[in-house]
Structure formats: C-alpha cells, structure tokens
C-alpha cells in the first residue's frame, strides 16, 4: 500500500490508464470507489484539480440473467412443483385418518396450487405469443389432463368421506 496520498492517486491513475480492473486496484490500494473515481478525474486530497481528468473506461451494459430459456425454465420447475405438491396432497388425503386442520391446509395449498396453474397457463400463452424464433422444445401443456385428473381425485375422495 502507498502511504502518501498523492502518491496513491498517481499509482492508481497509473494502473487504471494500464487497464487494470478498478476492483484490483481498489484492493491494492484499501481505497473506496469514490476516492479512487475522484483521483482519476484528476482530484487531490484537498478537492483541488491536480491532474488531467482520465478518459473512463465504458462497461458493459449490465444483461438480464432471466432471459426467455430462464424465465421458461423457472415455470418447468414450478409446473413440477404443483404436481408434485397435488400428489402430495392427494396421498395424504387417500391415507386419512387425519384431522379436519389438516385437511383444511390441503385445501388451502390446493387452492393456490389451481391459481399458480392459472397464472402459469396464462404466463405460457402469452410467452408463446412473444417467441418468434419458433422454439418449442418444450411442447405445450395440457391443462385439460391436469385439471381433469384434479377433479377425479377430489370425487373420490369426496366419495370416500
């Protein structure tokens, strides 16, 4: 580390102009991002202009890392997620023998299960509207099944009460 702060600004003007990564020089030099920004426009310790201001490096446009293949992603996990989460409900339920409480969990987590399926289907057609590079790996869902299969397995069940 430079002890002397003039000295300090000169080495770090002269390591960022060599291009190395602000957060290196940061690290060598125990110096926050404002005061080391302040010496390359050319500031002192005394908030006077002491050197020619340096041209700053441009960075790279922050991406999003939910992407379209992200976003699709995320919705196959939460589709096996509430399948999973039916099974459950539904093995618990042909079980019995436990109490009302718990069956009015079960309900409760159906209930938001039919919503998300909702919400997902919702998501997915309009997604399908957006793709245009004809991308359909993942072939559509079949709602119809879902909720179909849903409503037998709560008959029984009704039946069996």
């Known amino acids: ?19 190395v990564p602000v957060a290196r020089i940061r690290a060598d030099l125990k110096v926050g991002g404002s005061r080391l920004y302040r010496w390359l426009a050319g500031y002192g310790a005394g908030g006077e202009l002491v050197a020619e201001p340096l041209p700053l490096r441009r960075c790279h446009p922050r991406t999003s890392h939910w992407g379209p293949k992200h976003r699709a992603a995320l919705v ?4 096996r997620a509430a399948a999973l989460q039916v099974r459950d409900i539904a093995g618990r339920l042909e079980a019995g023998g436990e109490g009302a409480a718990t069956r009015e ?16 289907t919702a998501f997915d057609a309009r997604d399908a509207r957006k793709m245009d590079d004809g991308d359909d790996d993942t072939g559509p869902r079949d709602l119809d099944d879902f909720r179909r299969e849903l409503a037998e397995r709560l008959d029984r069940l009704r039946a069996e009460e």
């Open 1 to 19: 580390m430079v002890e002397d702060d003039g000295e300090a600004a000169a080495y770090a003007r002269r390591l960022y102009a060599e291009g």
């Open 105 to 120: 969990r079960d309900a409760r987590a159906l209930a938001v299960v039919v919503r998300t399926m909702r919400e997902l």
């Open 76 to 79: 196959d996990r939460i589709w």
